[in-house]
């Protein structure tokens, strides 16, 4: 009995055009590799401000908590914290025979300064009537940003710097970057806006920004065109 015959091959096939020919490398060029570390100190600082009160008349409890709620809001507008800024939250409740008004303010400032012209005049008005907690620095994205492309352009321009100083060296003069590639980034420190501080309340304020503050590093590799020798003129100068 015969076999069946086995299927027709199929063949694809696709004609492409001919790629342009790449430029031959000159063999002149300089390989570097450098990197640059910053540091940046936080830009935000949340202070949280609790008060309360218990009174026998629920009318005197909320009234003895709203004057001075409105006493912060006004103090901190005073001093250019923006509406936006300040969160209030309120909790009423009955405690046995009396009625409970408790309050918190969150105040985000971006002037150090002000945060503790505000917080120093609220502890000499109010008194033990009010309770501060320690403030708490963070870093916004943007601020995290800035501190990422910072790092990143300073270790290209350490790089050029190294490649230049190389050519140098052999009497050449430093042509166009032909690669620049991110080999590295780290990122260590900083606390982020929801990132609760664990700081002890002995700390200084400026400890607390000192544990605040962000660090990035970056190490670049980049390749650099070698042109011809250095202009006279120009190595004089």
Request: glycine share 6%; aromatic share 6%; proline share 7%.
């Amino acid at each position: 009995m015969a076999l069946p015959s086995p299927p027709p091959a199929r063949v694809f096939a696709e004609l492409l055009p001919a790629p342009a020919p790449a430029p031959a490398p000159s063999g002149r060029e300089v390989h570097v590799s450098g990197s640059a570390e910053l540091s940046a100190g936080p830009d935000r600082a949340r202070v949280s401000l609790r008060l309360g009160s218990r009174k026998e008349a629920a009318g005197a409890a909320r009234s003895s908590v709203a004057r001075r709620l409105e006493y912060i809001a006004q103090s901190a507008r005073q001093r250019g914290v923006p509406e936006e800024n300040m969160t209030v939250t309120e909790d009423f409740s009955r405690v046995e025979n009396t009625y409970q008004m408790e309050a918190e303010v969150c105040i985000i400032f971006s002037d150090f300064g002000k945060m503790q012209n505000v917080c120093n005049l609220l502890i000499e008005k109010l008194g033990t009537s009010v309770t501060i907690s320690p403030p708490h620095f963070y870093h916004t994205p943007e601020a995290v940003d800035t501190l990422r492309r910072q790092v990143c352009v300073a270790a290209v321009g350490n790089t050029r710097r190294k490649a230049q100083e190389v050519c140098r060296l052999f009497g050449q003069s430093l042509g166009k970057p032909l690669l620049i590639r991110e080999e590295e980034t780290k990122e260590w420190g900083g606390h982020t806006d929801s990132c609760l501080s664990n700081s002890p309340d002995s700390l200084t304020l400026q400890e607390r920004i000192q544990n605040a503050t962000a660090y990035a590093s970056c190490r670049v590799f980049a390749v650099f065109e070698i042109k011809g020798k250095q202009n006279r003129r120009n190595k004089l100068l």
